[in-house]
């Protein structure tokens, strides 16, 4: 199913340029998909703003507020007008992960990419 049709349409949202799309510490009911546009997640520390990745057309986040039920461990706005997302509420997740595994898997990599990630910066920055 290509994600134009009717019933992609109805999970679409539009953000314009610096329009924030969820914060840090709120709790999150979606995860997106980026069709268009790009998305920068970011925390916010006494010396200001952290970038924490730009992510691009075919990208994925917020799936981690869907996961663990846990408030959101970053913010997210969009760095282009007429940045389109695919939003997946908690439903569409479990159904997507219970009759699609490779759905999970897909997920699952992309974490353990992240955390890998994550551990190298850290680990760079001692």
Request: hydrophobic fraction near 40%.
């Amino acid at each position: 199913m290509a994600f134009d049709s009717v019933r992609f349409k109805r999970l679409m949202k539009t953000y314009g340029k610096s329009e924030v799309i969820f914060e840090e510490g709120s709790f999150g009911s979606e995860m997106y998909v980026l069709r268009s546009g790009r998305v920068k997640i970011y925390r916010t520390s006494t010396e200001g703003e952290i970038e924490l990745g730009v992510f691009k057309p075919g990208e994925f986040f917020g799936e981690m507020a869907l996961v663990d039920n846990a408030p959101r461990s970053a913010s997210a706005c969009a760095l282009e007008d007429d940045t389109r997302l695919v939003a997946l509420d908690k439903d569409k997740f479990l159904f997507l992960v219970s009759h699609q595994p490779t759905f999970a898997l897909v997920i699952m990599h992309v974490l353990c990419q992240r955390i890998r990630s994550l551990s190298e910066s850290v680990s760079q920055a001692d």
